[in-house]
């Protein structure tokens, strides 16, 4: 079994150009290391799953003695940040995966595709335009133009309906952003290198998994590895004459 996630920070945004000059935007993100501090069973929890942590600088008097006593099942450092994973049958036949084992970047070697997931940044309260993108009203003397209208109904049904779209609170949701093509690896500094934005801001934490569902290998996806059918059959027809 191994774990197909592992937790890291996001660093920022930046491009690289590919071997055809194409540019790219991409975002940084340290990748662990991490530490697993808890298998998850089917016959004990009733589900198959990794409990790992990051490991960073983590004062132990910031921890609680439940946290302390937690790790210390498993000799693990001290960690502040801790998600759980999936697991998966190893492809190398590789051995069992055991608390205390550590998770680098490297399980993503064979992956093109992962899903993030994290805190989207806080704006604070904002307004039916910032929130939701309402078009607005009319912007001449006269008029509020951040407003979101008549909300309500006259005699039928006379109430506002449930989910209606509202001034409030906006940000820190929890976001996925799925299909993430892979870029390049570091495995020296622990960095993954992703084309896509990320949500969060940067030094914010992150889930980083293998994607569940990765998009199909397609003509106009993939880049060059795609067959061209076009190209394909002028091909085959220089070699008829």
Do not use: W
């Not at 942590?53 to 000799?75: D, I, Y």
């Not at 993108?133 to 109430?159: E, L, N, W, Y």
């Not at 992703?194 to 914010?204: D, F, I, K, N, Q």
């Amino acid at each position: 079994m191994a774990v197909t996630g592992i937790l890291g920070k996001k660093i920022g945004m930046t491009q690289v150009f590919d071997e055809k000059g194409d540019v790219h935007p991409i975002t940084v993100l340290q990748a662990g290391p991490c530490v697993i501090t808890q298998l998850k069973t089917a016959a004990k929890d009733g589900y198959d799953a990794a409990q790992i942590g990051l490991v960073e600088f983590v004062k132990v008097s910031r921890m609680t003695k439940a946290q302390s006593g937690h790790l210390a099942k498993t000799e693990a450092p001290p960690v502040k940040f801790i998600r759980e994973v999936d697991v998966e049958a190893s492809a190398d036949g590789a051995g069992e995966t055991k608390a205390g084992d550590r998770v680098l970047v490297d399980i993503f070697s064979d992956a093109k595709f992962v899903d993030v997931s994290g805190t989207s940044k806080g704006r604070g309260f904002a307004g039916v335009v910032r929130r939701h993108h309402f078009g607005g009203g009319p912007k001449s003397h006269g008029h509020m133009f951040q407003v979101q209208g008549s909300i309500g109904a006259s005699s039928f049904p006379s109430r506002v309906f449930p989910g209606q779209r509202m001034p409030g609170h906006f940000g820190t949701d929890q976001v996925t952003v799925r299909n993430l093509r892979i870029r390049g690896i570091d495995l020296e500094e622990n960095l993954l290198m992703v084309e896509g934005a990320v949500p969060g801001p940067r030094e914010g934490y992150v889930l980083i998994a293998k994607a569940k569902a990765p998009p199909r290998e397609r003509r106009g996806f993939s880049g060059a590895t795609t067959l061209d059918p076009l190209k394909a059959a002028k091909k085959a027809a220089a070699k008829r004459k």
